[in-house]
């Protein structure tokens, strides 16, 4: 089976880019943290596109979490190949600096950064040995322009957008290619608290942008077709910020 690994599937950008992965034909590992009824509704919804895919859950901020629980599914699936690995899962905690706690910049480090470390590292060998990967960051503009309130937020994400273009030079022989994508305004959960009507102002387009067209773009990059772009950063923001 050729399989697609999505963090944080279960709602929001993840969600839809598990449909559209799964309407490609990779059956679709389907990763969230405690939401299995949302998780649950993802897989109904490829299915619903006679796509295939499972239910892999666990918490990408925990290190042994994810050696456990990924280490096991590889194990049992020497068949098997993840093909394409998209690191999505994704937190924010917002607060400005002199008021932000140990736990929220710990939090958001751990969530957003560490898991990608944790995460390609256990699924990167077995594409090394393929020599054929995809792997697609979903990162953010916070992580290229830095916003106020969000130091650890555009650390993180600031940090995996480096390691994006490190890890395209490591791996680039081997077939793996390593993009980012990074979203502006989104209309998911996390940006549920956010009025559209106040911001689309400032957007040049004039709205915030949809799960569908950031998925749209993560599964461009995922194609086979597109193994001579690596190490790049893709903006989908509405031309907020170029
Ligand atoms: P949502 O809050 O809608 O969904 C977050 C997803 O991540 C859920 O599936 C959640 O699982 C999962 N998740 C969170 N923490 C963990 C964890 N520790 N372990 C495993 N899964 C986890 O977020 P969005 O869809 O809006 O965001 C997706 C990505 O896009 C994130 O990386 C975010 O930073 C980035 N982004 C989003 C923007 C936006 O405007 N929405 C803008 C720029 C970047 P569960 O359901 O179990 O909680």
């Not at 239910?55 to 599914?73: A, H, M, Q, R, Y």
């Not at 939090?107 to 020599?131: G, P």
């Not at 990162?139 to 994006?164: C, D, E, F, R």
């Not at 106040?198 to 949809?210: A, D, L, Q």
Request: proline content about 2%; hydrophobic content about 40%; glycine content about 10%.
């Amino acid at each position: 089976m050729k399989c697609a690994l999505v963090t944080g599937g279960s709602r929001g950008i993840g969600r839809a880019i598990c449909i559209k992965l799964g309407s490609l034909g990779y059956h679709v590992l389907i990763n969230f943290r405690s939401n299995s009824a949302e998780a649950d509704q993802t897989l109904s919804l490829i299915h619903n596109n006679k796509g295939t895919g499972e239910l892999l859950p666990f918490d990408v901020s925990n290190k042994k979490d994810i050696s456990e629980t990924l280490g096991l599914w590889t194990e049992a699936h020497k068949e098997d190949h993840i093909e394409v690995l998209v690191n999505n899962a994704g937190i924010k905690d917002d607060v400005l600096i002199m008021w932000m706690k140990d736990e929220q910049w710990e939090n958001v480090i751990r969530t957003n950064l560490d898991s990608f470390f944790y995460v390609t590292r256990l699924v990167i060998n077995d594409m090394l040995m393929k020599r054929y990967g995809r792997i697609v960051n979903i990162v953010s503009l916070s992580g290229l322009k830095g916003l106020p309130g969000q130091t650890n937020y555009s650390a993180a994400k600031g940090g995996v957008i480096a390691a994006t273009k490190a890890l395209a030079q490591e791996v680039g022989r081997r077939g793996i290619t390593v993009n980012a994508v990074a979203p502006g305004f989104i209309k998911t959960d996390m940006t549920e608290n956010i009025s559209e009507k106040e911001m689309k102002s400032i957007i040049p387009v004039n709205r915030f942008g949809t799960v569908d067209e950031v998925a749209h773009l993560v599964a461009f990059l995922a194609s086979p077709e597109s193994g001579y772009i690596t190490g790049e950063v893709i903006s989908i923001n509405g031309g907020l910020y170029t």
